[in-house]
């Protein structure tokens, strides 16, 4: 087993030839690499099966469970991102601007590798896939740091990248898995600043923070989600069920989930009873303030430490609110810069929320289950960053690309 630094010398040896590659090359590679994966689906969902049955045995809850299990569709879907990702624009060696000066210099920009890209993740091995893709398309190496609970699926992905990058007679050490699990191992890989140009973290509060806390190399933050769905008074009642019933269950366990909702009071009466019979369907606990309770029966009292938990559970927060200005107040002082989403009918509220909501992601009328690489065209996602320095969103080609600046002259010295 190679240590972090002996790992972090190979993929910093890796970089000037990926740096070169071709689009074509690159394309070629990744579809090649969707090819091997799917043909590997047989030990992949083996190897997923051993991680899946120990986390069952830890006492895991279900939802981080569906976050770390895969089958045939999901291995289908994490290939189908990487021919996505071989399919979209190369944005290496793009000019973004190119302006001459009065002394006849031309000075521009262009799109350059980032170099060397840490990812330190928990339980979701198709980051494992995605985070490939992205930086190979970008000319990085990538070092990964998956959580132990995934260690069989990602140690069975990562050798099938490298099998089809070893077939395609490029550097297999553009993707390399640390499969040391031990604490120092993981707090030597955040000092690792010599060879990792940034790190980003993907996971829970507890994950980030301590990445953010402890890492010497530049990290890009991205954040969990307690995501809101605020119903306007004017709202189409049965669409804001569809859209929170959809928000909420269809995927509990991950970041773009639905975990608060607020409600403007004019319409609770008529919203809260039908949602509830909607949500009971997946046995959703509901925890709300007096309003809410006031207009449905079997909702719980919500402490206040609710409105700013990430569940991660078939559980939702409900506040009652008497304006949209209360609305945006509330949501903007408990979330966590993710996904909000309104419901209405009213283009002055749907505009003000758009405006004054401070979040990555601001939806009207839709799902915040759309924040996602994949959903907004970009193949995968190597993130959803909740900052706002460098990138913000789910972080495509563009957010694992700097730039450098250029200069064209014909003999000018400075005066």
Request: charged share 30%.
């Amino acid at each position: 087993m190679l240590s972090v630094e002996e790992i972090g010398k190979k993929a910093k040896h890796t970089v000037p030839a990926l740096a070169k590659l071709k689009s074509g090359e690159k394309n070629e590679a990744l579809n090649a690499v969707a090819k091997s994966l799917i043909d590997g689906t047989k030990e992949i969902l083996e190897a997923n099966e051993k991680d899946v049955i120990s986390a069952r045995e830890r006492g895991m809850k279900e939802g981080l469970v569906d976050r770390l299990m895969l089958n045939e569709k999901r291995i289908q879907d994490i290939a189908e991102g990487l021919r996505q990702i071989a399919s979209l624009d190369d944005p290496i060696g793009e000019v973004i601007s190119m302006k001459p000066r009065p002394n006849g210099l031309l000075i521009g920009q262009k799109r350059v590798p980032l170099g060397v890209v840490g990812i330190i993740y928990e339980s979701r091995p198709n980051v494992t896939a995605d985070a490939f893709g992205l930086c190979f398309k970008t000319g990085n190496a990538v070092i990964l740091k998956g959580g132990s609970d995934a260690a069989n699926s990602n140690g069975a992905i990562v050798q099938r990248i490298r099998k089809a990058l070893r077939e395609q007679g490029i550097e297999e050490d553009a993707v390399q898995l640390i499969e040391d699990n031990r604490r120092e191992t993981v707090q030597k890989f955040m000092k690792l600043n010599q060879y990792v140009d940034v790190l980003i973290p993907r996971g829970g509060a507890n994950l980030i923070r301590t990445v953010v806390e402890t890492s010497t190399i530049p990290v890009i933050e991205t954040g969990t989600g307690n995501c809101h769905i605020y119903v306007d008074e004017t709202a189409d009642l049965q669409m804001a069920i569809d859209i929170i019933f959809n928000a909420k269950t269809q995927r509990i366990g991950v970041c773009n989930a639905c975990e608060s909702l607020v409600v403007h009071e004019k319409i609770k009466d008529q919203l809260l009873p039908a949602l509830k019979e909607r949500l009971d369907e997946k046995n959703v606990e509901l925890r709300g303030d007096e309003g809410a309770r006031e207009a449905a029966d079997g909702i719980k009292e919500a402490m206040p430490e609710d409105w700013g938990k990430e569940y991660l559970d078939y559980i939702l927060s409900i506040k009652t609110v008497r304006s949209i200005d209360e609305a945006i107040a509330h949501i903007n002082r408990y979330n966590t810069g993710h996904s909000e989403a309104i419901v209405t009918k009213d283009y002055a509220n749907a505009q003000k929320f758009l405006n004054e909501i401070d979040a990555a992601a601001v939806y009207v009328n839709a799902s915040t289950r759309f924040t996602d690489g994949f959903e907004f065209g970009f193949g995968a996602e190597i993130g959803i960053s909740t900052q706002k320095l460098h990138a913000r969103g789910p972080m495509g080609l563009l957010a694992l690309t700097t730039t450098k600046y250029i200069i064209y002259g014909d003999g000018q010295i400075r005066q």
